[in-house]
């Protein structure tokens, strides 16, 4: 019944937008007498320009016949229609200046309309009669010039009038600010023109895409009848129902649920928008106040010289080896960047057969019934890497029937390797994901200016990519409130990890929000250095990237004892209370720990201690971590690690185990790698695959440019004072374990060393075995720390016998 109502519907628009159609043909040709009469109506609407109501008429035709559905009087066609009434008006405006001093308007318009519809059914040879803009420009002008006019000054009011209501219409008609017209491009008629032919572009296609009626529901096949129904193919959200090969720009219905993104610029941040600070004259403040200059982090980092700054910063580009070290500084002159610093997103990908697609799913019923499993498919959905064939097995089959014949379905369909979900959340069907033959590549660029992105309310966005329907996928920091990355090498972690960090920059200021970047391979996010955004330098050395972390962890404590003073619960509420005092408000600060399996190696204990105690407590102090490694084992991916970081990336890994490790559950060894990944972010039942985002150097290096010239790095993190020396000097007056003559006595006997070992022999736990091995190696007993290998025994026994009774007599 559904079925043929909607035919019905469809039936309906298409006859009236015909009859439409051929009254406005009768009309411009005048044929016969309904033609005439048309004519004749419309000369009188219109006057000389009477021509335009037909050809309105048949675009409305057009457009109901297209669309199937009612003319709509939206925004555009509103314009189109303000641009008629002022355009006939002027012309009424022309022809009342030639008419004034002899009769009244109305009767010269009379008169003129008169004339022109006998000159048109009779012409004489002569040039027509002027007619002004008819009736419609009459009842326009007569109400313009009784509003607006002024005895004496020429209809300057009434033309004022018409030229903003002309403005206004062609803004609403092309959908564009006139604004942008003129600030885009390099020059004026440039911009104007190129936006012009998108906006005019743009509208044609609206046009000419039909739209999925609200009324299309599914056909119930009633009990007893056998005909199948065919499964819809939805590709980069729009669904296709013909059986012949279209191309990706030319579908027959759109989902509602997705749309092309609409590309905008971001000089200005979507979203909520923060209050400024203020001092107490009412006048922007850049600097802090000196209250609150205790709130800022104060640390300080190895190998640099200090220098404070004694003027504010300029736009200039510090030397290298040389930065400076000072407060958060508030830049009230700072631009975001531009959206036109990524680049357009390629066309690849586009084309397929929706036949081959049909095809597909016919063998895979038909071998699923040769394995006596009843199922039809339902539903089919092309992503940018995989198409996705929905499963509805009948009544009785066991799922597991359907997901031990994985190798069997990946043979019959001729695929690499196929992937199921099954269940497919919030669907009573079974997912079977088979990879493309080819991939589309996800541009950041498209996820940046989808409206997920740019209307989102999350305080710290991020633009990951799109899932198999073709949505954007946008995640929320904040909410995660820690993110882990992994997945093998070249599977597409640095992408996603400058992806993660252009969206943040994009979206915030450099007082807004602060990085803490540690990248032990020194190439991956070297790039950054120098930007307003960061703490301090990129941290490339291991060993002071553990002593970083414990930084962290002490201005976590200093926020939480700042919160405790003021009452505050988060950091939300703090920076609440801080605004009401006029105050400068925290910026959160994002951690980002590019490869976790090297620190983990240098200084294992202090490493997880420091992450652990981030990922634990850290959220309500506005501090997020976010860490990728490439070897997702359990001793980089420990299980405290695990517990504290809730939301996960997987790309491609080489084993079940390491999904496991990841996931605690399969998957990730069947994906494709480049780009291609499975997320699954706090409170979600399974992980939903998602092709990432793609950034290229030059996108980077084009966003970092811009960032510097807007800002000078002022870096507020300094480990240099406080790092190695504290070390040393808590390294030399710490006391030696108690047990630890007894540990050496072991080692030196047995020609090696090692943690487990002492935990074996002395029945004592980890880290306090871990401690007594590093208290040898500073006391030059052992040698350094070489893997999975024990450690080398420096001395002798007989050099340990003369400097044990020294030692003792020290204890002592």
């Known amino acids: 019944m559904a079925r043929k109502q909607q035919q019905k519907n469809i039936l309906k628009y298409e006859v009236t937008g015909l009859a439409m159609l051929t009254a406005s043909a009768l009309a411009l ?7 005439q009469i048309f004519a004749v109506a419309s000369i009188y609407l219109a006057g000389s320009w009477y021509f335009l109501i037909p050809i309105l008429v048949g675009y409305a035709a057009l457009y109901m016949m297209i669309r199937r559905t009612r003319f709509p009087w939206d925004s555009r066609h509103v314009g189109l229609l303000i641009i008629l009434l002022c355009f006939l008006a002027f012309m009424e405006m022309d022809f009342y200046g030639k008419t004034y001093e002899s009769i009244p308007l109305y009767k010269a318009q009379f008169n003129a309309l008169s004339d022109l519809r006998q000159y048109i059914f009779q012409p004489t040879g002569s040039a027509p009669p002027r007619a002004g803009g008819g009736f419609l420009g009459y009842g326009v002008f007569a109400i313009l010039h009784a509003l607006f006019n002024t005895p004496g000054t020429s209809e300057v009011g009434p033309r004022l009038v018409i030229t903003a209501g002309c403005l206004i219409g062609i803004a609403l008609a092309l959908q564009t600010s006139l604004v942008n017209l003129v600030k885009r491009g390099t020059g004026w008629t440039e ?16 046009l000419f895409r039909s739209d999925r009626d609200t009324d299309d529901q599914v056909e119930q096949i009633p ?15 729009e669904v296709y129902e013909d059986d012949d090969a279209v191309q990706g720009s030319k579908a027959v219905r759109p989902q509602a649920k997705f749309e092309a993104p609409v590309i905008h610029d971001f000089t200005h941040r979507a979203g909520p928008l923060r209050e400024e600070t203020t001092d107490a004259a009412g006048t922007a403040t850049a600097e802090p106040p000196l209250e609150q200059m205790g709130n800022q982090l104060v640390m300080r980092f190895p190998d640099a010289p200090l220098k404070k700054p004694t003027t504010p910063p300029q736009r200039e580009h510090a030397p290298e080896g040389d930065y400076e070290v000072g407060t958060i500084v508030h830049d009230e002159n700072f631009r975001l960047p531009p959206i036109s610093l990524f680049t357009l997103p390629p066309n690849s990908g586009k084309n397929f057969s929706q036949r081959g697609a049909q095809a597909n799913a016919q063998k895979l019923e038909s071998t699923l019934q040769s394995f006596g499993v009843q199922a039809r498919v339902l539903e089919i959905s092309r992503g940018p890497t995989v198409t996705r064939y929905e499963l509805q097995p009948a009544a009785g089959v066991k799922v597991s029937r359907i997901v031990g014949l994985t190798d069997d379905i990946a043979l019959a369909l001729a695929a690499r390797d196929i992937r199921m979900e099954a269940p497919v959340p919030g669907k009573s069907v079974i997912g079977i994901e088979v990879p493309n033959e080819e991939v589309a590549i996800v541009s950041l660029r498209e996820v940046l200016a989808s409206p997920e992105f740019q209307k989102t309310n999350a305080h710290l966005a991020l633009a ?19 993110l882990l990355v992994a ?12 992806g993660i960090v252009a969206s943040i920059m994009m979206r915030h200021k450099p007082h807004e929000v602060k990085l803490m970047m540690i990248d032990p391979k020194m190439v991956e996010l070297s790039v950054y250095n120098g930007i307003p955004h960061l703490l301090a330098p990129v941290v490339t050395d291991s060993r002071k990237a553990a002593f970083a972390l414990k930084k962290v962890v002490q201005e976590m404590e200093n926020r939480y004892q700042l919160m405790a003073e003021r009452g505050a619960r988060d950091i939300g509420r703090y920076n609440q209370l801080l605004r009401d005092e006029g105050l400068e408000p925290l910026p959160f600060i994002v951690v980002i720990v590019d490869e976790l399996a090297d620190l983990m190696m240098v200084a294992p204990g202090d490493v997880e201690d420091a992450i652990c105690r981030i990922a634990q407590m850290a959220r309500a102090a506005g501090i997020h971590l976010i860490v990728a490694t490439q070897r997702p084992s359990v001793d980089v991916i420990t299980g405290l690690i695990k ?46 695959r998602v092709q990432g985002a793609f950034v290229s150097e030059g996108e980077i290096e084009r966003l970092v440019k811009f960032v510097k010239e807007q800002q000078h790095a002022v870096y507020t993190v300094d480990l240099n004072h406080g790092g190695e020396e504290e070390t ?32 074996r022999r002395f029945r004592i736990g980890y880290s306090r075995a871990s401690r007594i091995v590093d208290q040898m190696e500073q006391s030059g007993i052992v040698g350094p720390f070489e893997g999975s290998k024990p450690r080398e025994v420096m001395i002798s026994k007989e050099q340990w016998l003369q400097a044990k009774s020294s030692f003792v007599r020290t204890q002592e």
């Open 29 to 35: 040709g005048r044929l016969g007498l309904v033609g």
């Open 191 to 206: 911009g104007l023109m190129g936006s012009l032919w998108q906006s005019v572009r743009s509208h044609v296609n609206v």
């Open 223 to 237: 009990p007893g009848k056998s005909r199948r129904k065919k499964p819809e193919l939805i590709v980069d959200g």
């Open 464 to 482: 990951l990519g799109r899932d198999i329907s073709g949505a954007p996928i946008v995640g929320d920091l904040q909410k995660m409130p820690h």
């Open 487 to 498: 997945g093998a090498t070249g599977a597409g972690k640095s992408v996603c990890i400058n």
């Open 643 to 688: 517990a504290n970081i809730p939301s996960r990336i997987a790309f491609a890994v080489s084993s079940m185990h390491d999904s496991r490790t990841i996931l605690d559950g399969p998957g990730a060894e069947k994906l494709l790698g480049r780009g291609d990944m499975l997320y699954m972010p706090v409170g979600a039942s399974k992980a939903v």
């Open 728 to 759: 040393t000097e808590d390294s030399a007056g710490a006391d030696l374990d108690a047990l630890f003559a007894d540990a050496v006595d072991l080692v030196v006997d047995l020609g090696q060393a090692s943690a487990s070992m002492l935990q």
